[in-house]
């Protein structure tokens, strides 16, 4: 590449950029729009900071730009480190290569990045602030294809950005970090510039082919995905719980409008705010396959990204199953659009439905539906359709019956799985932005607003609100925003993380002591307000929203009873926290055989000792006492009156139980256990049948496979009798 003399006439002007020699080329590829590329080559000095090309973070993209118009995420940094470090700090390699990075030209709409070129007649591409032409040639009015160019842009109007290679970009930068340190070193690179057509966001065209050109061979993390995929549903659903609007929206999203202020304000609750959620900083794929702990949350997060993405959105919200760990389902989704239009479409004997495929649509719209949801609709009816489909013929096959049970058994659970699929959640942007925005807004309204209305979310949001003595909430703002910016990315816990983040910014910003000692006030008010929150682990998240949704299922489980009875729900819970029972410390005293122990009323449940005990399984339990102490079951023939199964019941006490025999089993020999809990009382917790059997003299010997198990029934059930003597007056109050 060759740069050529710029008149000091022309600067005054226009900033424009350097000249680029490159191959000039259009590719289409049976798309709907032309996108032309034009490959060369340029100096690293161009790629450096505040030069021709950028990238998103020299744009400030996060603060200004608005989620709904992000090109990429976040650069890794530990990925950034590892280019420099292990390649090119490596002096041992006879040779070293850096494959081609992909740079979009995008117009620019004041700071931001607008969605249309403007037009310019007179040009070969008919896009002001782009001039391409032919060496040598005058008619610029048409380009060759496969010959050489000369590209140059203004840079008033025009954002050169890379989309791909970004890390490749930020290690050439870390590596070359002095002036002319380069030398003659240069990179290849693709100039893409798309068809300037009415029906082509740029933005968002430049959004799918950042997630095109990174999802192979290297896929994209679902964290990067979730703001930047506008077709799939459920990414969509997570990036609105965040507050980032429809794709193509012009209007400022709440973190542009946020920034203007540069202090927090959550007096609008239609959303989560970004920045009271954790993400990792590293964007690749790898990090879905390590278990999440909450532990690195940075003190005034309340959760993670992928915990509300996956673990509460798709898991319990939209899974179809009463369960803790199910998966997102098409049927879910549907439910939630209409009920009873669903319920007549799941009907097997209502098999008229599948022969006239063609007249769906328009008793779908008779019905109110959108398009977007329209679509959802003839998905799943196209689905059961074949679905019933293969039922006749196995029906009609004249194998034995356990052939054919076993052959619909099979072929349910393949069409299940593709309900659960995530591509039965692709949509068209346009349907999965009419979704989103109707219907399935109830998902991200519900969502948000359990996490708003926690009692100690409200006092994070109120301390980010006032700041601390000299730390002042502007202090506040810009503390919380670089830390979620620049210190996410390191390893290890939050409260390690944020004394980094700290003394970091302390330094960076050469406080005054009292400056330093008010932030360091904030980092610990905000401590103690998460420190030792179970509702703040993903165990106690999972457990929450199990019970939430345990209740909208004794409804429609549409989610239309929690949208108009989440204040009732959520206040009995709000007692309990703030009465410290979901803080880990809190004990309940429980006498039992002679024993005082002090135990958590969710140890055995989601708490063993001092730990945490998670994962799915754990949650259920404890979302089962939520609704047990809720519903008013004390013993087990309250069961039978307050639409809660014995089973749930039996579940939590036996729990109880279990880990209570693990406590004193050291101490006491089960035999003494058993002739205790017979003078105290056992009748309570047992059936009819078991109650015989627990009194009888020689009950260990003749009963000696249930009489372990019985044991820790009755200890459980005398311990849940504590638990809701003590939590059920909280929860009245």
Same mark, same amino acid.
């Given at each position: ?14 900033? @424009? ?6 191959? +000039? ?26 030069? *021709? ?33 292990? $390649? ?86 870390? +590596? ?59 990414? &969509? ?14 209007? *400022? ?37 390590? +278990? ?77 539906? @959108? #398009?977007? #949801? ?42 299940? /799985?593709?309900? @659960? ?55 506040? $703002?810009?503390?919380?925003?670089? /830390? ?15 004394? &980094? ?101 969710? @140890? ?44 749930? $019941? ?12 693990? &406590? ?25 049948? #078991? ?43």
């Amino acid at each position: 590449m060759a740069d050529f003399d710029i008149s000091l006439d022309s600067l005054d002007k226009k900033r @424009e950029s350097n000249s680029y020699y490159c191959t +000039f080329s259009e590719q289409k590829y049976n798309a709907i729009h032309k996108v032309y590329v034009l490959s060369g080559a340029t100096e690293i000095a161009n790629v450096k900071k505040n030069k *021709d090309i950028m990238l998103v973070d020299d744009l400030r993209g996060d603060e200004l730009w608005g989620m709904h118009q992000l090109i990429q995420r976040n650069i890794s940094h530990s990925r950034v480190d590892e280019i420099v470090n292990n $390649y090119l700090n490596n002096s041992t390699k006879a040779v070293k290569f850096f494959p081609s990075i992909t740079v979009v030209l995008v117009p620019k709409d004041g700071n931001k990045p607008g969605n249309k070129y403007k037009q310019n007649l007179g040009g070969n591409l008919n896009i002001d602030g782009v001039t391409v032409s032919h060496p040598g040639i005058k008619d610029a009015s048409k380009l060759i294809h496969n010959a050489p160019v000369i590209l140059k842009w203004d840079k008033d109007k025009i954002s050169a950005v890379v989309v791909d290679g970004q890390h490749r970009v930020e290690a050439l930068r870390k +590596f070359y970090h002095g002036d002319g340190s380069e030398g003659n070193s240069s990179i290849s690179i693709s100039f893409v510039i798309f068809e300037n057509s009415e029906g082509l966001p740029v933005v968002d065209a430049t959004r799918q082919l950042f997630i095109d050109v990174n999802n192979t061979p290297k896929r994209v993390s679902e964290q990067k995905l979730i703001f930047i995929d506008d077709r799939n549903l459920l990414r &969509r659903l997570t990036a609105r719980t965040l507050g980032a609007l429809g794709p193509g929206v012009d209007t *400022d999203d709440p973190y542009q409008e946020l920034h203007k202020k540069s202090v927090f304000d959550f007096s609008k609750h239609g959303y989560i705010s970004k920045y009271l959620i954790g993400e990792d900083g590293n964007d690749d794929e790898d990090i879905n396959i390590i +278990f999440r702990s909450h532990d690195s949350l940075f003190p005034w997060e309340v959760s993670h990204i992928l915990t509300l993405h996956e673990s509460i959105i798709q898991s319990i919200v939209l899974s179809e199953r009463d369960v803790i760990d199910g998966s997102a389902s098409l049927i879910k989704a549907c439910r939630i659009i209409h009920t009873n239009f669903l319920e007549s479409l799941l009907d097997d004997a209502a098999s008229e439905w599948y022969g006239d495929q063609e007249n769906l649509p328009h008793i779908l719209k008779e019905e109110g539906l @959108e #398009e977007g #949801e329209c679509e959802a609709f003839i998905r799943l009816s196209e689905l059961r359709s074949r679905y019933l489909e293969g039922l006749n013929e196995i029906n009609e096959s004249g194998e034995s019956k356990k052939e054919r049970d076993d052959r619909a058994r099979d072929l349910r659970a393949q069409y299940v /799985s593709k309900y @659960e699929s995530i591509k039965a959640f692709d949509f068209s942007v346009k349907n999965t932005t009419s979704i989103a925005e109707s219907s399935s807004s109830v998902i991200c309204e519900v969502v948000s607003q359990v996490f708003n209305s926690l009692w100690f979310v409200r006092k994070i949001q109120a301390l980010l609100e006032s700041g601390v003595d000299e730390f002042e909430p502007g202090d506040v $703002y810009k503390f919380v925003v670089v /830390s979620k910016e620049k210190y996410s990315s390191w390893s290890g816990s939050g409260s390690s993380k944020v004394r &980094r983040a700290r003394d970091e910014y302390i330094g960076m910003n050469d406080f005054a002591e009292s400056k330093s000692h008010a932030l360091r006030r904030f980092v610990s008010k905000a401590e103690e307000l998460t420190s030792g929150n179970l509702l703040r682990t993903l165990v106690g998240q999972q457990a929450l929203f199990g019970f939430l949704m345990g209740q909208d299922r004794l409804h429609d489980a549409d989610l239309s009873f929690l949208r108009e009875n989440l204040g009732n729900l959520m206040q009995p819970l709000n007692n309990l926290g703030e009465s410290g029972f979901f803080n880990i410390q809190k004990k309940i005293s429980f006498d039992v055989v002679g024993r005082q122990l002090e135990l958590s009323p969710w @140890e055995g449940l989601i708490v063993k000792g001092e730990a945490m005990s998670p994962g799915p399984n754990s949650a259920a339990k404890a979302s089962k006492l939520l609704k047990l102490v809720y519903s008013g079951v004390r013993v087990r023939s309250d069961t039978a009156r307050k639409r809660v199964g014995v089973s749930e $019941y039996n579940s939590v006490i036996m729990s109880y139980g279990a880990r209570i025999f693990e &406590r004193i089993s050291e101490s006491i020999h089960i035999d003494e256990v058993w002739e205790r809990l017979r003078e105290e009382g056992y009748e309570a917790y047992l059936t009819e049948k #078991e109650a015989i059997n627990f009194g009888l003299d020689d009950f260990p010997e003749a009963e000696s496979a249930t009489y372990p198990r019985l044991v820790k029934k009755v200890l459980g059930g005398r311990f849940m009798e504590v638990v809701f003597d003590t939590l059920h007056p909280v929860i009245d109050s």
